[in-house]
């Protein structure tokens, strides 16, 4: 190899890959080792508190960040250690959720409690408040560097934005399971074996034929929802199509004629799932009654997660309760041990099952 004029090799550092031109991330290092940012983090700064990390561990992190030329950003070490005490909270809906009666108020309860109990101050970031972090420009995550870590809340979060921070080793925890981006930590309610339980309640009041509305995309709170749903179907032998409906505009798309077209069909149990815009349960609710069926004489009615504040009237429907409260506390203490360089898990948080008042058995079809 040919030194360039006034250059040196440093000793014991690998070269960077051929053509590479972007500093490596521990990101990278956590994958080529096989295993977990957090990990590669406490290798890389030779910490020994915390817990035990074999031997045969050090050794993997190590070669693999001699074999991508790996070198820590000083920059980065120096925020490392200039530790404020401060723990970020960022929301992606249209406005931050202060108000009592957002579904989201209860989380920030656990978060602001779990953080006081742990010596951390809240910094409140408001990008979001004109439409999302991407409507309020690219730098708007950028932002939460100011503080130690960040917490995030919201369905419909920018992957790409969010990868960069993971790439940087930047800690930070998702309220609510995330598939993507790889490595992005997250606490979650069991939404799966709740739906389930809703499922199964239904079917011991006799109920055959059910139909799930749901919104339209791949968030992950929905997907969980729509296994249970299934799984539940499954386990009491009631799997098959046209179980599941979807819609992008479920106040637009679900009309009374689709309700009576169901029940003709023989569908006895209507089940919504819960989002933080609450669109699935307020369709249902508006067509039910647009339909004139007496809920539960006529249809039962489920809601996989609670009523928004503005529809808490009427009869308490059946379903779960989201323990937010709960999620809250776990999601800041990960943040805490993500913070800290220590490793992090929490287990995912049962929901409540809530008999409520909007089922019953199937109506008896009379033989003419």
Known sequence: MVEEPGKRARPGRSPAPAGRTARPRQAEVARLAGVSQATVSLVLADKRQGPAISEETRRKVLEAARSLGYVPDP?????????????????????????VQHSYYPFLVGVEREAAERGYDLVLFTGSS???????????????????????????APAEELGR??????????????????????????????????????????HRRMVLIREDDEAPASTDREHGFREGLAAVGLAGPGTVFRSADPERDLTP???????????????????????????????????????PRDASMALLG????????????????????????????????????EEATEPLVACAFRPGAT??????????
């Open 257 to 295: 004629e689709r309700l009576r077209s169901w029940l003709a069909d023989g569908v006895t149990a209507f089940v919504a799932e819960e989002t933080d815009t609450g669109a699935a349960w307020r369709a249902l609710r508006r067509a039910v009654a647009d339909a004139g069926i007496d809920c």
């Open 359 to 368: 089922s019953g058995p199937p109506p008896v079809i009379e033989d003419h």
């Open 75 to 99: 920059a980065a070490r120096r925020l490392a250690a200039a530790r404020n005490n401060l723990l970020g909270v960022f929301s992606f809906t249209a406005t931050f959720p202060t108000d």
């Open 306 to 341: 609670s009523p928004p504040a503005d529809l808490a009237d009427g009869p308490e429907p059946t379903g779960f309760d989201i323990p937010r409260t709960r999620l809250g506390a776990a999601a800041v203490r990960m943040l805490a041990a993500l913070v800290a360089g």
């Open 130 to 156: 004109t439409g999302g972090a991407g409507a309020a420009g690219p730098d708007a995550l950028n932002r939460v560097r100011l503080a130690d870590g960040c917490l995030f809340l919201g369905r419909h």
């Open 165 to 206: 921070l993971v790439a940087d080793g930047f800690p930070m925890v998702h309220l609510g399971r995330r598939d993507e981006p790889e490595g992005l930590r997250w606490v979650g309610a069991d939404y799966v074996s709740a739906a389930r339980e809703v499922v199964g309640h239904l079917a011991g009041l006799g």
